[in-house]
Structure formats: C-alpha cells, structure tokens
C-alpha cells in the first residue's frame, strides 16, 4: 500500500462522535426488543497526501537542514519553524524550545523505523503542528513517536503515524497531550502485538484532551499515574479504548469509545471519576461498555453504555456508584459477579437489553435510594400515588435467573406459567427475597431521552 493510503483513516471527533450518538441506530423488531443496526458507517473525514519537499528548518534568521541541528541552535525558549520532509529522529534537550510547522506550510519527521522519533528531554518544551511517522517496530524497547522524559511538556495538534506507541510520558508530571490524531499500525496482528496511543507511566497532573486514536492496542494506557484528567477523546477499533492499571484518583469525561473490544476498562485503582462519557458497539471477545475489576469507591455517572454485549461489567469492585447513566440495546445491561459489593445504583436507564441485569452472587443487592430507584423497560411499573416512582418493586435478576444459571436446562422454562408466577411473586411478595438484585422503588419514566437512539420510519 502506498504512503498515501497507509497515512488514511483519520476520521474527526464530531464525525466519531456524531456516530456514537446518532449513527449507531437501533431497528427495534418489537418495542420491548430492539435490535442494533449494522455497525455506523463512519467516511474518512480527510487524508495526508505525501509531503516530498526537503525539509527547511529555521531558527530566527537561520535555516538548517535538519530538524536536530536547528533544536541545537536554538536558545531557551526560541521556536524552531519546520517546512518540509525531515528523515531523522530527533532529541530536544533545551528547554522552553517550541518545534512547530511553519505558517502556510506542512512538515512530517520520519523516523525510518527505528526507536523514537521525538524525544523530549528538557522540560517546557512544545511539540506543535508535526506530523510525525514511522517510530520503530519494537513493543519490547517501547518505540514511540514521541517519548517525554521531561515535565511541563506539551504534544499538541500533531499528527502521529506508523508508530508502534504513540506519545509515552515516561515518569515525569504535568504533560499536555491536546488535539493530535494517533494512528497505529493496522497491519500489525493480533493487536496485543501493537503498542498504545497513550501511554501514561507514573505521571501526575497531566491532562489528555480531544485527541482521536485508532488502530494501537489501547487508546489511552494508565500504568501508576494519578490526577490525570482525559476528556474529548474519541478512540475506536482498539482493545480498550482506555485501560487503568494501579491508577487513583483520575477523571475520565465525555471520551467517546466506538467499535472496541472493551470501551472502558477500569483495573485495580480506585477513586475515578467516568462522567459523560459514551461507549457505543463495543462487541470484541470481551465486548464491555466499561469494565470494573477490582475498582472502589469511584463514580460512574451520567454516561451513555449502547449496543456493547455487556454495558457495565462489575468484577469484585466495592462501594461504586453507578448513577444516571443510559444503558441501552445491550446483550446484557449490567453483569454483577464475583465479590462485587457495596454500590450503589440510582437513576439509570435500563433500556432494549436483551437481559438488563445478569448477577452472580449469593447475595441480594438492593439497587436504589431512599426514595427512587432506576428505570426497567418492560418492567411493569404501577405509580399509584403519581410521584413518579413505582408502588411494585423490580427484580431484574432473582430466582428465575438463579435457577437458569445453576441448571441451565431450565432456560426452556423462562417463559412457562410457574416463572412468570415465581417473577409476579418476588415483585409483590416482601417474604420472596432470593439472592440477585432487586430495586425497591423503580422508576415509572426515564430520565434519558432514549428514543433517539432508535432509527425511526420516515413517516413518524
């Protein structure tokens, strides 16, 4: 493939998120059971064509012709201007240097596949306006397109390709990564053998901020960091879209993960925030909306989880909340297993799931507050009194689902007579308290406008 093809692909955050939101459609063949459409169709928003010039670096009245000894001329806090190709790698060691493409022009620093292609190593330095390609091939050295070994750096609207990781922030704090487009290599298979887009390693207050990342193993990778904020993000055909190992204290906002293994997928941290953000088609070998392994005392709130095989996954993690979020048209909408305790589980959505809740455990959890619980479609809902919260309790995984996990003949049965008698039983009946979950005070209306999210006949 030539370069101009390889270099495809980058499609821009509203279209990403315009398919997430609008694109990703549902067809629903019965109003209690919709059925995602094909997967959205998502143009390439633009492509690079090839940049041929030979590069022109200029440092105040003087050119080189190489970006290195342009770096190595310039004083603290002076710009390098790029123009032009550049077949070099390059290490920046003064600090406060700015290197961006010049006004009215295009610049691309190609590493000819080996090791890093930038590597920052004075801090305050800016990295702006670059197209940067062709980082080495080798996971095991963490070749990347841009390497930061240095505090107060910024990688800003750059373009960075053909590379195995991305931008590594290699133990050093306050990094600004914002509006750069993250290409790996697609060819590169299993992606398991590729590297992330991000990579966040023992770093603290850095921010990661509407970048677009595509085809590495996962998007933004968390690996001992901590107050690290990431929003605006649009990540998709990945592993994970963003991966948390050992990593407190951080806030996940209004990221946008599409057509993933796993949109979300939050390891053995605790205190984060995932607030506004959207998971939509994640159906890969995992196939979660966000995973939560061993996470405690975080907040999920106000997301949307759509058309994922499970939205939310919740594996031995304690006192979470799962609150307001919009679970929609999932194979199956919450899956509660293995020592998962102490959440709590207000206003959501729970709607179009082809099982809204599957829960493995031998205790019963109660998912709502004091005075409302979440809203069930389908789940019968009696507001006797018209404030708004259900007179009949909810039980989305109780006796019945118990029964069809322990003898899984018995799914023959889930429709017969004496199931629907046993669910009628646990819903009115106090004395009827079997393992699983059950909300006490479901809600009649959704609070999410989720019909938007169903493809309508032209005439409605």
């Known amino acids: 493939m030539d370069d101009a093809g390889l270099e495809r692909g980058f499609v821009a955050l509203v279209v990403v998120v315009a398919a997430a939101l609008v694109g990703v459609t549902f067809a629903p063949t019965s109003a209690a059971t919709p059925t995602p459409a094909a997967d959205a169709e998502r143009p390439d928003d633009f492509a690079f064509d090839p940049v041929t010039e030979s590069g022109v670096a200029t440092v105040g009245d003087e050119s ?84 930061v070994d240095a505090p107060n750096v910024t990688v800003a609207d750059s373009r960075l390709t053909r ?79 963003v991966h948390y190992m050992y990593s407190d204290s951080s806030r996940l906002a209004n990221n946008t993960a599409v057509d993933n293994d796993v949109g979300f997928a939050l390891m053995l941290s605790e205190d984060i925030a995932v607030v506004n953000n959207t998971a939509a088609n994640n159906t890969g070998t995992s196939g979660h909306g966000i995973l939560l392994k061993r996470i405690d005392y975080s907040t999920v709130r106000g997301n949307e989880f759509v058309g994922n095989k499970r939205g939310i996954y919740s594996l031995n993690s ?91 003949t018995a799914a023959v049965f889930t429709n017969s007579p004496a199931f629907r008698a046993l669910r009628r039983a646990e819903r009115t009946l106090p004395i009827v308290d079997a393992p699983g979950v059950v909300d006490y005070h479901p809600l009649e209306r959704s609070p999410h406008d989720w019909r938007d999210h169903y493809a309508r006949d032209s005439d409605d």
């Open 64 to 147: 080189f012709d190489s970006v290195q000894r342009a770096v190595d001329a310039a004083e603290p806090g002076e710009t390098v201007l790029l123009r032009g190709r550049f077949d070099e790698r390059v290490v920046v060691n003064t600090t406060g240097v700015t290197v961006t493409t010049a006004p009215d022009a295009r610049a691309v620093i190609d590493g000819g596949q080996e090791g890093d292609v930038v590597t920052v190593e004075a801090p305050n330095v800016t990295v702006r306006g670059v197209w940067i390609r062709n980082a080495g091939m080798d996971t095991s050295t963490n070749d990347a397109g841009v390497w």
């Open 163 to 241: 590379i195995t990781f991305g931008v590594w922030v290699d133990g050093v704090d306050d990094a600004r990564l914002r509006n750069n487009t993250i290409v790996g290599r697609e060819n590169v298979t299993p992606r398991s053998y590729r590297g992330n887009g991000i990579q966040l390693w023992k770093t603290a207050g850095t921010l990661v901020e509407d970048n677009r990342i595509t085809d590495a193993r996962d998007g933004i990778y968390y690996s001992w960091a901590s107050n690290v904020t990431a929003r605006g993000n649009a990540l998709w055909d990945l592993r994970y879209g």
């Open 318 to 408: 304690a006192d979470n909340e799962i609150v307001d979020n919009l679970v929609l048209g999932n194979r199956i909408g919450f899956h509660l297993t293995a020592g998962t305790h102490g959440e709590r589980v207000v206003g959501n959505s729970f709607v179009g799931n082809a099982r809204h809740v599957q829960a493995v455990t031998s205790d019963t959890h109660v998912w709502n507050d004091s005075d409302r619980g979440n809203y069930w479609s389908g789940g019968g809902a009696a507001d006797l009194d018209d404030d708004g919260v259900s007179e009949l309790r909810y039980r989305p995984a109780g006796l019945v689902e118990k029964l069809v996990r322990e003898n899984p």
